[in-house]
């Protein structure tokens, strides 16, 4: 198996390549990803979960947790947690971008469930759960901005985040 470093050539890696990178640098938040890699890594996770989730329906563990996620899905979102906010951050750093502007998203999806978990789990109607449908709104619209982030261009040439990732292929 052999790594690609910075600033050698990336045109030859294949999808699943791209995909496995943020898995190789577990949780390393320093240097830059591009498009690329945050995609096709992405993409990866997605499919992943869906044949979990047809899985668990299958065999019949489908929402024993939370109602929404069976144990293998639940599992796996804990495998790739921290994989996934690295190479967020580190995507923003590509768009010379602090990682820092993921935690408003984060923050603001944590505090509605812990405003109004209880209450989305009983589906009973209450001021809580529309506080907390509120901080959905609001991390929402910090989400959005995000993905904006995500699907710019990331800088030429060196940034105070590191080199950039295509130097070698000029």
């Known amino acids: 198996m052999t790594f690609i470093q910075w600033g050698e050539p990336m045109t030859n890696l294949t999808p699943i390549d791209w995909a496995k990178r943020p898995l190789q640098k577990y ?26 989730s047809i899985i668990e329906d299958i065999v019949g ?6 109602g929404a996620y069976g144990p293998l899905s ?36 944590a505090a509605a469930f812990l405003v109004g978990g209880r209450d989305m789990m009983e589906r009973s109607p209450t ?3 529309a506080l907390a449908g509120i901080l959905i709104l609001i991390g929402a619209v910090f989400g959005l901005v995000l993905l904006i982030f995500y699907c710019l261009a990331g ?16």
């Not at 563990?61 to 939370?66: P, Q, R």
């Not at 800088?155 to 000029?170: H, I, K, L, S, V």
């Open 27 to 52: 949780a390393d938040f320093s240097g830059r990803a591009p498009r690329a890699e945050y995609w096709w890594f992405t993409l990866a996770v997605v499919v992943v979960l869906v044949v979990v």
């Open 127 to 129: 001021p809580a759960m």
């Open 74 to 109: 639940g599992l796996f979102y804990l495998a790739i947690l921290l994989p996934s906010i690295a190479v967020g951050v580190r995507r923003l750093h590509d768009t010379n971008r602090p990682g820092w502007w993921m935690l408003p998203t984060i923050v603001f999806y």
């Open 155 to 170: 800088t030429r040439g060196d940034n105070r985040y590191g080199p950039d990732p295509y130097a070698g292929e000029a």
């Open 61 to 66: 563990l489908g929402g024993m947790i939370f």
